[in-house]
C-alpha cells in the first residue's frame, strides 16, 4: 500500500497483478475506441491522422502494460517501432495533406470522393 | 476466473459512452458537447470504478496516479476527437500524450516515457501544428459560423460512436474474459543478470563508488580476450572482484551488495532493442528513410504536363540521345 | 505415285489401243480379293484421274480469271480422255483377266486392323477399282454422254464465261470423278465417298444461279432430301461389314457366308437368313430411292430443274440419279437374299412411275415434264429390277440416258433461245422457225423413244421390263399398271412436242434474260461485252428475236439422236442373252445368272419359268404389240387434244394458236383433278404439313425453351454478380469515413466470431 501513493516503481521487479492490468488496458481500449470513433466522424483530413496517433498511443499503453506485467523488456522495445511507423506516417500523410490541400484549397475529406462506385 | 465485471454494466456503460461521445461531437446548432462529455465520463467513471472495486478486493489497486493519468489521457483523448478546431484538437492531444508518458512512467518504463514527449510531443506534433496552421485560417474567437463546415459537422455521429464502441465492449470483453489466464513468465533476474554481465565497467564504478573496491582492483572478466563479462551474480549476489596487479581474486559477501547496482530501464531497452531486435531495428530504418524521401518527393511542387507536352517531351528527349 | 507415273507415260501406246499389259506392276491390294484377280492395269485410273485434273484446270482458270471458253473445252478433252480410256478398257476387256473382273488397287485409303494379333478383325478398303461389265457399261455412257453434254455446256453456258463459267466445269469434272469413284470403286465405301461427291455436286449445281432464291431452295431440298437416303446407304453399310466383315465386293461376293445365304434363299428357306441380312438390303434400298427419285423421296427431283440444263442433262436425267439403279444391280446379291427387299424395290418403282407420269400429265413447264418423265422413268428401272430383269433394267437405264438427255438438251436450247421460256402455253411451232430444225428432229427422235414407239430404243427397253412383269409371278398386276403408264408417258410427251414444236408460230419470251445470270456472277464484265459476245442484241431493241443453237448444241443434238436410234439395233446383238447389255450384265454381280448368284438363279429360273402369260401368249411376244399399240394410242390422244389443225396435228388436232386447245375443255370434264396433278397431288404441302411444320413447331418451342429457360438461367447466372455489384455499390461510397467504419465494423464483426469461438471453446 505504501506504493499507492508513489510514482515510482519502488516494487519494481515485483510482478503486477491482472487486474491492475485491466486498468490499464481498459484505458488503452478506451482511448483506441475514442480514436476509431474520431476518426470515422471527423471530416479534416489532419484531425483524422491525428486520431490514428490516438490508436498508435492506445496501442502503445497495451504494450508498455504487458511489459510492466510480463516483466519483459521487448514490449518497450516494440513501443519504438510503433513510435517510428507514426512518425513515418506522419511525415508521409502530412505531406500528402499538404499535396491535396494545394489542389483543392480544403481539408474536406468529401473533395476526394472520386472512388465512389 | 469469470468475468471481472457484470457483463451487463460493461455494456450498458458502453452504450452510456457511445451517446455521450456521439453527443459530444461537433455539430452546427444547438451543441451537447457538456452532457456528452459528462456522460461519456461518467460512463468510463463507471467501468473503471467497478473494476477498482474489484482489484479492491484482491488487493491489486494500481497506483492512485494512474486514476489521475487517465482521466488526463481519455479527456483529452476526448476533447481532442470533438473539439472543432484543428489546433486545439493537436493541443489536446499533446495533452493525451503527457498523461500517456505518465502512465508509462507507472509502468516502470522511463525511457519510453520521455522518448514519447520528445518525439511525440516535440517532433510529429508540432508537424502537425505547422500544417493546420499552413491549411487552416485561424478564425476569430467564438464565431462559429466562419469555421469551415468540415470541422464544425462531424460525420454521422452517433452511428460511428455506436461502431466504435460496440468495438470497445468487444475488446474489453476479450480483455476481461481472458486476464484470468494470464501469467508472467519471464525471468527478470536473469534478463538482468544477461544485461549487467554485459556492463563491466558500469558494475566497475557502481562498486568504485560504494567504496568497495581497492587499488589496481575491478570487478571480475569472464569469457576470453574481448568478451569481457562481470563477473557477477544477481541471484546469489556475490561478486568476484580481481586485482589487475597481482592477479588475484576475492569474492564479495551478499552483505556486500551495493544497494544501486542494477540495470537501468534504458539499459534494458536498449539491450533487448539491439540484442533481440536488431533486425526490426534496421527495418524501422528503412521505413523512416522512404517516410523521407516519400515526403520529399511528395511536396515538391507538381507540375502537370498534358499529354500532347509529355509526347512532345519524350521526343525531344530520343532526338536528343539519338543526336548524342 | 509410281503408277500414276506410269499410267501417264502409257498414254501414247493406250491411246493408240496397241498397248497390251503396261510394263509395271501395281501394289497387290491389301485383303484383295480372291474371286477377282489382281491384274496391272494401272491406267484405268486415269478413267476417274481425268475429271480430277480437269478440275484443276478449271480452277486454275478460275484462278487467272479466264474470259474465254478455254475450260469448257479442256473439260471436254479430259471427260473424251476418260471416254476413249473406258472404251479401250470395254474393247480389251477379255485380254485383261480372262474375261473376268478384276481389281485395279490405286492406293491404301482405309486399311485398318485390331483385336486379337492372332485372329484380326479388319476393314479394308482402299482406293481401288473393281472392274467388271457392269462398270463398264455404266462408265462407257456416264463419261460419254459427259463429254458430249460438256461441249453443249460450252455454248449453253457461253453467257457466263469467266470466273462462274469455271465455277460450272469445276462442278462437272468433280462430278464425273465422283460418278467414277461411284460407280469404278471396289467397295462400299469408296462408293459411298462417289455416292456423297455426286450428291454434293449435284447440291452445287442446282444452285449455281446462287442469287436466285428458288435454285437455292431447290439445291437445299435436293441435298436435305439426299440426306435422309444417305443416311439409310450408311447404315447399310456398317451393317454389311457387321455381317459379313468386309465392305469389298469381291470379298463380299465370294464369301461362302453370302453364297450359304443365296442357296437358301433359292430354296425359299428365308428363315434361315438372319435378319441383318436381310436389312442390308432395305437400309441400301432406302439410299437408291434417295438417290434415283423414287417415291416417297422423289421431291426433290422436280425442282433441281432450277439449274442449268445441262446439270439437269446429265446429273438429274442420265447419270447420277441412275446411281439408285447402279447400286441395286451392284449389290444385287445382297438383294436376292432378302425377303422383301425385291417386291418392295417392284412397288416402289411401279407407284413412282404412275405417280410421276400422272403429275407429268399436268405440268406446263416443258422442263417440269421432263423430271417427272424422268422420275416416272426411273421407276420403270426399279420396277424392272423388281421383277428380276436386271438386263431390262440396265437397257433402260442406258437408252434412257441417251433420249432423256437428248429431250432435256433440246428443251435447253428451247429455253436458251427464248430467253428462259418453259412455258408449252407460250411456245408454238419452233420447228418451223429459221434454225430450230435439228432440235425439232431432236425432239421427236427422244419423243418417240421416251413413249415407246415401235422399233425405238425405248420401245424394246422397256417392252423387255413389262414382259418380265408378266413373266415373274406375283407381279403381273404391276405390269398392267406399268402399261398403262407407258401410255400416259406417250400422251404427256408428245403433248409437250405438239404443243411447242408443232403449229401455228409464236414464241413470248421468257422474264429471264441471260443477263440476270450473268450479272449474278459477274459484276466485273460489262454489258457490251457480253451483249456483244452472245446474239441477243434484239432483244435491246425492244423486239425479241429467238436466236437458233449454234454449232456445238447442233452437234450434240445430232450425235444423240443418233445414238437414241442406234440404241436400238443394241438389242439385236447378242440375242441369246437378252441384247448386248444382257451379255454385259451376265458378267456381273447384276445378274442371277452370274456366278455369285447360281443358286438363287436355279430357283427363280424355276419359280419364273416363263409362266406368266399375257392374253394367253408369252409375254415376251405378245408385248411388242401391246406396248407399241399403248404408245400409239397415247401418241394420237395427245394428238387429238393437243395437236394443231392440219397434218402437223395427224388431220386430229384442232389447236390455231398457242395457248388453246381441245384439253381445255376436256379438262373440264374432270372437275378438279386436273388441277390436283398440276400441284403434284399435294405431296410437298403433305411433307411439309407431316415433317416440316411439327419440326418448325418444335423448333419453336425449343427455341423458347432456349430463350426463356436456358438463356434466363445464363443471363441470370452472369446478371447475378452484377445484381451483387449494384447493391454492393453504395458502400463504395468514396468517403473515407464510410471506409473506416467499414473497417472498423469488419473488426467487430471478427472479434464477435473470435470470442464466440473461443468462449465456446473454454
Redesign the interface.
Known amino acids: 500500500m505504501n506504493?499507492?501513493?508513489?510514482?515510482?516503481?519502488t516494487d519494481?521487479?515485483e510482478?503486477?497483478?491482472?487486474?491492475?492490468?485491466?486498468?490499464?488496458?481498459?484505458?488503452s481500449?478506451?482511448?483506441?475506441?475514442?480514436?476509431?470513433?474520431?476518426f470515422?466522424?471527423?471530416?479534416?483530413l489532419?484531425?483524422m491522422?491525428?486520431?490514428t496517433?490516438?490508436m498508435f498511443?492506445a496501442s502503445?499503453?497495451a504494450l508498455?502494460?504487458f511489459?510492466?506485467?510480463?516483466?519483459?523488456?521487448?514490449g518497450?522495445?516494440f513501443?519504438?517501432?510503433v513510435?517510428?511507423?507514426?512518425?513515418?506516417?506522419?511525415?508521409?500523410g502530412?505531406?500528402?495533406?499538404?499535396?491535396l490541400?494545394?489542389k483543392r484549397e480544403?481539408?474536406?475529406?468529401?473533395e476526394w470522393a472520386e472512388m465512389s462506385g | 476466473m469469470d468475468a471481472?465485471i457484470n457483463p451487463l454494466a460493461l455494456y450498458i456503460a458502453c452504450a452510456l459512452?457511445a451517446v455521450g461521445?456521439g453527443l459530444a461531437?461537433p455539430t452546427r446548432g444547438v451543441s451537447w458537447r457538456v452532457p456528452g462529455g459528462i456522460l461519456a465520463a461518467g460512463a468510463?467513471g463507471l467501468?473503471?470504478l467497478l473494476?477498482?472495486l474489484?482489484?479492491y478486493d484482491?488487493?491489486?489497486?494500481?497506483?492512485?496516479?494512474?486514476y489521475v493519468f487517465?482521466a488526463l489521457?481519455?479527456g483529452s483523448?476526448?476533447r481532442?476527437?470533438t473539439h472543432p478546431r484543428?489546433v486545439y484538437?493537436?493541443l489536446y492531444?499533446i495533452l493525451?500524450?503527457i498523461a500517456?508518458s505518465g502512465?508509462?512512467?507507472?509502468?516502470?518504463?522511463e525511457?519510453?516515457a520521455f522518448?514519447?514527449i520528445i518525439?511525440?510531443a516535440g517532433?510529429?506534433l508540432i508537424?502537425?501544428l505547422f500544417?493546420?496552421m499552413?491549411?487552416?485560417q485561424a478564425p476569430v474567437e467564438g464565431d462559429e459560423e466562419l469555421q469551415?463546415?468540415?470541422?464544425a459537422?462531424?460525420?454521422?455521429?452517433m452511428?460511428?460512436?455506436g461502431?466504435?464502441?460496440?468495438?470497445?465492449a468487444?475488446?474489453?470483453?476479450?480483455?476481461?474474459?481472458?486476464?484470468?489466464s494470464?501469467s508472467?513468465?519471464?525471468d527478470?533476474?536473469a534478463?538482468?543478470q544477461v544485461v549487467l554481465e554485459s556492463l563491466p565497467i558500469k558494475v566497475d564504478r557502481i562498486l568504485d563508488e560504494a567504496g568497495l573496491l581497492q587499488e589496481h582492483e575491478r570487478v571480475g572478466r569472464l569469457g576470453g580476450e574481448g568478451v569481457s563479462k562481470a563477473a557477477i551474480n544477481i541471484e546469489r549476489r556475490t561478486i568476484v572482484i580481481e586485482n589487475t596487479q597481482t592477479n588475484t581474486t576475492r569474492s564479495l559477501s551478499p552483505e556486500q551488495w551495493p544497494k544501486d547496482l542494477s540495470a537501468t530501464?534504458t539499459e534494458?531497452?536498449g539491450?533487448?532493442?539491439l540484442v533481440?531486435?536488431p533486425g526490426?531495428?534496421e527495418i524501422?530504418g528503412v521505413?523512416?528513410l522512404?517516410?523521407?524521401l516519400?515526403?520529399t518527393v511528395?511536396?515538391r511542387?507538381?507540375v502537370e504536363i498534358d499529354e500532347d507536352a509529355k509526347a512532345h517531351e519524350a521526343r525531344r528527349l530520343h532526338s536528343a540521345e539519338a543526336s548524342s | 505415285m509410281e503408277t500414276m507415273l506410269t499410267s501417264l507415260i502409257d498414254i501414247p501406246s493406250l491411246l493408240t489401243l496397241a498397248s497390251a499389259v503396261p510394263a509395271s506392276v501395281s501394289e497387290p491390294a491389301h485383303g484383295a480379293a480372291v474371286g477377282a484377280a489382281q491384274v496391272p492395269q494401272p491406267w484405268v485410273a486415269l478413267i476417274p484421274m481425268l475429271p480430277i485434273f480437269g478440275v484443276i484446270i478449271a480452277g486454275v482458270c478460275a484462278i487467272f480469271d479466264v474470259r474465254t471458253k478455254l475450260p469448257a473445252f479442256l473439260t471436254v478433252g479430259c471427260l473424251a480422255g476418260s471416254f476413249l480410256l473406258t472404251l479401250a478398257v470395254f474393247l480389251r476387256y477379255d485380254s485383261f483377266n480372262h474375261g473376268d473382273p478384276f481389281v485395279v488397287h490405286l492406293f491404301d485409303w482405309i486399311n485398318l486392323s485390331w483385336g486379337d494379333p492372332s485372329h484380326p478383325t479388319s476393314f479394308a478398303a482402299n482406293f481401288s477399282f473393281y472392274i467388271d461389265k457392269l462398270t463398264v457399261l455404266w462408265m462407257l455412257f456416264v463419261t460419254g454422254l459427259a463429254a458430249l453434254i460438256a461441249l453443249y455446256a460450252s455454248e449453253y453456258m457461253s453467257h457466263d464465261v469467266g470466273r462462274a463459267y469455271c465455277r460450272f466445269f469445276v462442278g462437272f469434272n468433280l462430278f464425273v470423278f465422283s460418278m467414277a469413284c461411284l460407280v469404278m470403286g471396289d467397295n462400299l465405301v469408296l462408293l459411298y465417298l462417289g455416292w456423297e461427291g455426286v450428291g454434293l455436286c449435284s447440291y452445287l449445281l442446282i444452285g449455281y444461279f446462287y442469287k436466285k432464291p428458288a435454285a437455292v431452295a431447290a439445291a437445299k431440298k435436293a441435298f436435305i432430301v439426299n440426306r435422309i437416303g444417305d443416311l439409310g446407304l450408311a447404315l447399310g453399310i456398317y451393317l454389311t461389314f457387321v455381317h459379313f466383315g468386309t465392305v469389298q465386293y469381291s470379298e463380299l461376293f465370294a464369301s461362302d457366308q453370302l453364297q450359304g445365304y443365296l442357296t437358301a434363299a433359292g430354296e425359299h428357306r428365308w428363315s434361315d437368313i438372319p435378319m441383318t441380312a436381310q436389312g442390308i438390303a432395305l437400309l441400301l434400298l432406302v439410299g437408291a430411292i434417295g438417290k434415283s427419285a423414287q417415291f416417297p423421296l422423289y421431291v426433290w427431283l422436280p425442282d433441281a430443274m432450277e439449274g442449268p440444263t445441262p446439270v439437269s442433262a446429265l446429273i438429274h436425267a442420265a447419270t447420277m440419279v441412275t446411281a439408285g439403279v447402279f447400286l441395286i444391280a451392284r449389290a444385287y446379291p445382297l438383294f436376292l437374299i432378302s425377303e422383301f427387299a425385291l417386291p418392295t424395290v417392284a412397288w416402289v418403282g411401279t407407284i413412282t412411275a404412275l405417280l410421276a407420269a400422272t403429275i407429268g400429265m399436268a405440268q406446263f413447264d416443258i422442263k417440269r415434264i421432263m423430271a417427272y418423265s424422268t422420275v416416272s422413268q426411273l421407276g420403270y428401272m426399279f420396277a424392272g429390277l423388281g421383277v428380276l430383269t436386271t438386263t431390262g433394267a440396265a437397257f433402260h437405264v442406258l437408252t434412257h440416258a441417251f433420249f432423256k438427255a437428248l429431250l432435256f438438251l433440246c428443251c435447253g436450247a428451247v429455253m436458251h433461245g427464248f430467253a428462259g421460256q418453259l412455258d408449252l402455253r407460250k411456245l408454238s411451232g419452233v420447228a418451223w422457225m429459221k434454225g430450230w430444225g435439228i432440235v425439232a428432229i431432236g425432239m421427236l427422235v427422244g419423243c418417240l423413244n421416251l413413249s415407246g414407239f415401235a422399233f425405238t430404243a425405248g420401245f424394246f427397253s422397256k417392252d423387255m421390263i413389262l414382259a418380265e412383269a408378266f413373266v415373274t409371278p406375283g407381279y403381273s398386276i404391276l405390269g398392267w399398271i406399268l402399261i398403262g403408264t407407258a401410255g400416259l408417258t406417250a400422251y404427256y410427251t408428245f403433248r409437250v412436242f405438239f404443243r411447242v414444236f408443232l403449229g401455228p408460230q409464236h414464241a413470248e419470251p421468257g422474264d429471264e434474260h441471260h443477263d440476270d445470270h450473268a450479272e449474278q456472277d459477274h459484276t466485273d464484265e460489262t454489258d457490251d461485252h457480253h451483249t456483244a459476245a452472245h446474239g441477243h442484241a434484239a432483244e435491246h431493241g425492244g423486239r425479241f428475236h429467238p436466236h437458233p443453237p449454234g454449232w456445238a448444241i447442233n452437234t450434240v443434238l445430232v450425235i444423240l439422236a443418233i445414238g437414241s436410234i442406234l440404241a436400238a439395233g443394241l438389242y439385236f446383238i447378242e440375242k441369246d442373252s437378252h441384247g448386248w447389255v444382257g451379255a454385259m450384265i451376265n458378267d456381273s454381280s447384276a445378274s442371277y445368272h452370274s456366278p455369285y448368284a447360281d443358286h438363287a438363279d436355279v430357283a427363280h429360273a424355276e419359280e419364273g419359268a416363263h409362266t406368266g402369260l399375257l392374253f394367253g401368249q408369252d409375254p415376251h411376244q405378245i408385248m411388242y404389240y401391246v406396248s407399241g399399240v399403248v404408245g400409239l394410242i397415247g401418241i394420237l390422244l395427245a394428238a387429238i387434244l393437243h395437236g394443231p389443225r392440219g397434218w402437223q396435228g395427224l388431220f386430229l388436232g384442232g389447236r390455231t394458236e398457242a395457248g388453246k386447245c381441245r384439253m381445255d375443255s376436256v379438262a373440264k370434264l374432270f372437275g378438279p383433278i386436273p388441277r390436283w396433278a398440276e400441284d403434284k397431288w399435294y405431296v410437298d404441302e403433305l411433307y411439309i404439313a407431316i415433317f416440316q411444320t411439327p419440326l418448325r413447331v418444335f423448333a419453336h418451342l425449343f427455341h423458347l425453351f432456349d430463350k426463356f429457360v436456358i438463356d434466363a438461367i445464363v443471363d441470370g447466372v452472369a446478371k447475378l454478380p452484377g445484381a451483387l455489384a449494384s447493391a454492393l455499390r453504395p458502400s463504395q461510397s468514396g468517403?473515407l469515413?464510410g471506409y473506416a467504419?467499414g473497417m472498423?465494423?469488419g473488426?467487430?464483426v471478427l472479434?464477435?466470431i473470435?470470442?464466440v469461438v473461443?468462449?465456446g471453446a473454454s
Open positions: 506504493s499507492l501513493f508513489t510514482l515510482a516503481q519494481y521487479p510482478a503486477m497483478g491482472a487486474l491492475t492490468l485491466a486498468h490499464y488496458l481498459f484505458l481500449a478506451a482511448m483506441f475506441a475514442l480514436g476509431i470513433v474520431g470515422m466522424t471527423r471530416r479534416n489532419i484531425i491522422f491525428l486520431c496517433e490516438l498511443q502503445g499503453i508498455i502494460a511489459s510492466r506485467f510480463h516483466l519483459n523488456h521487448t518497450q522495445t513501443v519504438i517501432f513510435l517510428t511507423v507514426a512518425a513515418a506516417e506522419a511525415a508521409m502530412l505531406a500528402l495533406v499538404v499535396l490541400f494545394r480544403s481539408l474536406s475529406t468529401e | 471481472l459512452g461521445v461531437l468510463g467501468v473503471v473494476l477498482s474489484k482489484a484482491n488487493d491489486q489497486l494500481p497506483n492512485v496516479y494512474f487517465a489521457a481519455l483523448a476526448l481532442m476527437i484543428p484538437s493537436a492531444f493525451t500524450i500517456s502512465v508509462y512512467v507507472l509502468l516502470a518504463a525511457f519510453m522518448a514519447l518525439i511525440y517532433a510529429i508537424t502537425y500544417v493546420i499552413l491549411a487552416t469551415a463546415d468540415y470541422d459537422q462531424a460525420h454521422e455521429p452511428i460511428a460512436a461502431v466504435g464502441f460496440v468495438l470497445l468487444v475488446l474489453t470483453t476479450m480483455i476481461f474474459n481472458g486476464l484470468g494470464l508472467p513468465k519471464s527478470p533476474v534478463q538482468e530501464n534494458m531497452v539491450s533487448s532493442l533481440d531486435h526490426a531495428i524501422a521505413i523512416l522512404m517516410a523521407m516519400g515526403a511528395l511536396s511542387r507538381q | 468517403q469515413q467504419a472498423a465494423g473488426m467487430v472479434l464477435i473470435v470470442l473461443i468462449g
